[in-house]
């Protein structure tokens, strides 16, 4: 009953404007194999983050079709797609409620064991056990003792424990300590493995990590080639 994507993305001259008087990207042709890791980079206004819109779905292409493992995003049922995509943007964002639940956001019915492999995984644990009531602690009145690299973590195991098969991460341009730079690289290599994933980089040792760069101009891509090469 369930559909397991396998996380091969095409896009098939896709044609996307935000109004119909501005095209952003114009007949684009993109096909990404499943678990590859891309590393999306280029000047701003480029297009990434709409590129990431459209796998995410917040919006559908003006003309032509966007692919998960053959399937037009479109016809795939929402439950399915919330599944297979997960974008993990640049603010990191904590809502109400306990370490735990921000955890589990993308999997409710996750057991605390499970919530915190997922912490483990991506090395969040030992801040969380550090923290006033552990995993119960409230994010919102305890807010201010969650810094930037921490609420990322936090982020990126809730992303782990939903293990989709196209994982979207817009980076973070703001820059850490280089103790929570070099955990959020260690966090990343466990994250990205055995899934597709599409990243926004704004980090060099996050393109080194990447099969494949992507360098975006004006909505279309002038390289594409692995990181040595480039
Ligand atoms: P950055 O590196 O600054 O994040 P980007 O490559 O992510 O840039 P996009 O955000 O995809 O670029 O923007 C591409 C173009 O689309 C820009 O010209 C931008 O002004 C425009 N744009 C982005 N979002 C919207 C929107 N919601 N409505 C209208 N135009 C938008
Ligand atoms: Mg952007």
Redesign the pocket.
């Known amino acids: 009953d369930l559909w397991e994507a396998r996380g091969h993305l095409r896009f098939e001259d896709v044609t996307f404007g ?2 119909d008087d501005r095209t ?1 990207l114009p007949d684009f042709a993109l096909d990404i194999p499943a678990g590859q890791t891309i590393a999306l980079v ?10 990431a819109k459209l796998i995410a779905r917040f919006y559908d292409p003006t003309r032509g079709r966007l692919t998960l493992d053959g399937v037009d995003l479109r016809q795939l049922h929402p439950k399915d797609l919330r599944r297979a995509i997960v974008m993990v943007t640049q603010e990191a964002y904590l809502f109400s409620g306990t370490v735990a639940d921000n955890i589990a956001l993308g999997k409710p019915d996750a057991t605390l064991d499970e919530i915190q492999a997922a912490a483990r995984a991506v090395g969040a644990h030992a801040f969380i056990e550090r923290l006033p009531d552990g995993y119960a602690t409230d994010v919102n009145k305890r807010g201010g003792r969650v810094s930037a690299g921490q609420r990322q973590l936090i982020s990126f195991a809730r992303a782990f424990l939903a293990d989709p098969a196209v994982l979207i991460l817009d980076e973070a341009t703001a820059s850490l300590d280089i103790p929570s730079e070099r955990q959020i690289q260690e966090a990343l290599g466990t994250l990205l493995a055995d899934r597709t994933a599409i990243i ?1 980089a704004h980090r060099l040792s996050t393109v080194a990590i990447a099969d494949r760069v992507l360098v ?1 101009e004006h ?1 279309r891509i002038i390289e594409d080639d692995t990181p040595a090469a480039l």
């Open positions: 935000y109004s952003i280029g000047t701003t206004g480029a297009g990434k983050s709409t590129l926004i975006m909505g």
